[in-house]
């Protein structure tokens, strides 16, 4: 909710950007923006809020990476794999974590169908051919513990066993 003197500032700073160049839309995101991060600094800022700063962080970091992991295995899905990949979200990736700068453990969540998993190695195999050596080595580590998605059209990549 944008307070009253908060409109009048964003106002004020639309105005002076007015007939310079710059796109009001474009300035008025970047205003938002800023007052949230400030806001987020202030409120985290705050004694006793460190252990929650550091796990919301450690979980953004966490999500972020299986975001990147399913926007990288959806560049390489070939036609003929596409049917299947529809399926998949984010949710479906293995969890990925960093134990320490060398190297990053990879879970993958025991509850996937062998379909998927089978079709998860082969696009991680044509993304290594791909790319460059990347500087952390990913190692295998037993599976997730984490629960299968709930979402009614996933349900042929679950392997049965894990189904409620």
């Known amino acids: 909710m944008l307070s009253d003197h908060n409109a009048e500032v964003l106002e004020f700073l639309r105005a002076q950007v007015r007939g310079k160049g710059v796109d009001e839309e ?32 450690k979980l953004r970091r966490r999500q972020s990476r299986t975001v990147r992991l399913h926007a990288r295995r959806t560049k390489v899905v070939m036609t003929d794999e596409r049917e299947l990949w529809r399926s998949v979200t984010v ?3 293995s969890d990925e974590e960093s134990e320490n ?20 190695k082969v696009l991680d195999c044509r993304i290594e ?16 513990t984490r629960k299968p998605p709930t979402d009614a059209n996933v349900e042929h990549l679950v392997d049965p066993q894990f189904r409620d």
């Open 26 to 57: 474009i300035a008025t995101a970047a205003v938002k923006r800023r007052y949230q991060r400030v806001r987020t600094l202030h409120l985290n800022n705050h004694p006793g809020k460190q252990q929650t700063v550091w796990k919301n962080a």
């Open 129 to 144: 051919q791909r790319k460059a050596p990347t500087l952390m080595t990913r190692v295998n580590r037993p599976p997730s």
């Open 101 to 120: 700068e060398d190297h990053l453990v990879i879970r993958t969540p025991r509850w996937r169908s062998e379909q998927l998993d089978r079709l998860v």
């Open 91 to 93: 949710d479906m990736m």
